[in-house]
């Protein structure tokens, strides 16, 4: 009698325990799944939301090549995307007859891209236009001449992103910028005659690389 009494209440522990055991799989299965759709969430395929920071060199904008970096936040569709940033360069110093100026270019950067994207790799074809000042330092002269001037320039370029993970990657690109405002310098030789014009372009050709954050 007591064997018996001790095996129904065994039987009726485990059938108690069993549906907190059934209940914790589909708990379990349901965390899994609300942490893969908060993940997807994050990163929709079907949009592009990512900043780009990369290095800039660039030739025959000015008689000396220049230098400096570019952050862009992009954003849009996988096929259709638009950038907006802001690109800093410094131009080494060069002569205007007897003096000598430096100068630094900064602009506001607006792209509008197509792109093609397969798997992890994406290239873009991208058009726009910049637009700020340029400033500039003289030296080797009494009568320097302006200290800044307005800038605009129509861009044109390609780049190429690889993904590493889910939000990092590298991104490097060619492109061209043709000066529509910028300044003109002309200084005197030393016999006091006036030296030929110096201005930007008309077209400077450049390169960048960099990386890129997707969120």
Same mark, same amino acid.
């Given at each position: 009698?007591? !064997? @018996?009494?001790?095996?129904?209440?065994?039987?009726?522990?485990?059938?108690?325990?069993?549906?907190?055991?059934?209940?914790?799989?589909?708990?379990?299965?349901?965390? =899994?799944?609300?942490?893969?759709?908060?993940?997807?969430?994050? $990163?929709?395929?079907?949009?592009? !939301?990512? $900043?780009?920071?990369?290095?800039?060199?660039?030739?025959?904008?000015?008689?000396?090549? @220049?230098?400096?970096?570019? /952050?862009?936040?992009? +954003?849009?569709?996988?096929? +259709?995307?638009?950038?907006?940033?802001?690109?800093?360069?410094?131009?080494?110093?060069?002569?205007?007859?007897?003096?000598?100026?430096?100068?630094?270019?900064?602009?506001?950067?607006?792209?509008?891209?197509?792109?093609?994207? /397969?798997?992890?790799?994406? $290239? !873009?074809?991208? /058009?726009?236009?910049?637009?700020?000042?340029?400033?500039? !330092?003289?030296?080797?002269?009494?009568?320097?001449?302006?200290?800044?001037?307005?800038?605009?320039?129509?861009?044109?370029?390609?780049?190429?992103?690889?993904?590493?993970?889910?939000? +990092?990657?590298? $991104?490097?690109?060619?492109?061209?910028?043709?000066?529509?405002?910028?300044? =003109?310098?002309?200084?005197?030789?030393?016999?006091? @005659?006036?030296?030929?014009?110096?201005?930007?372009?008309?077209?400077?050709?450049?390169?960048?690389?960099?990386?890129?954050?997707?969120?």
């Amino acid at each position: 009698m007591r !064997r @018996s009494s001790c095996l129904a209440l065994a039987a009726l522990a485990c059938t108690l325990a069993a549906p907190a055991v059934a209940s914790a799989a589909p708990a379990e299965e349901a965390d =899994t799944s609300e942490e893969e759709t908060s993940r997807r969430e994050r $990163i929709n395929p079907n949009r592009v !939301r990512s $900043i780009e920071l990369q290095g800039v060199g660039m030739t025959q904008l000015l008689p000396r090549p @220049s230098g400096g970096g570019e /952050v862009a936040f992009s +954003f849009g569709f996988p096929a +259709f995307q638009a950038r907006v940033g802001m690109q800093v360069l410094g131009v080494a110093p060069f002569n205007v007859g007897e003096a000598k100026v430096s100068n630094t270019l900064g602009a506001a950067t607006l792209d509008l891209c197509a792109a093609k994207k /397969v798997l992890r790799h994406q $290239i !873009r074809m991208c /058009v726009g236009g910049q637009g700020g000042g340029m400033l500039h !330092r003289w030296s080797n002269t009494d009568r320097p001449g302006r200290r800044a001037t307005p800038w605009g320039a129509g861009t044109l370029k390609g780049d190429y992103q690889l993904e590493l993970t889910d939000h +990092f990657g590298i $991104i490097g690109g060619v492109g061209v910028v043709m000066p529509l405002l910028g300044p =003109t310098f002309r200084g005197r030789d030393a016999n006091g @005659s006036p030296t030929p014009q110096v201005f930007p372009g008309p077209m400077a050709g450049f390169l960048s690389l960099g990386t890129t954050f997707r969120w």
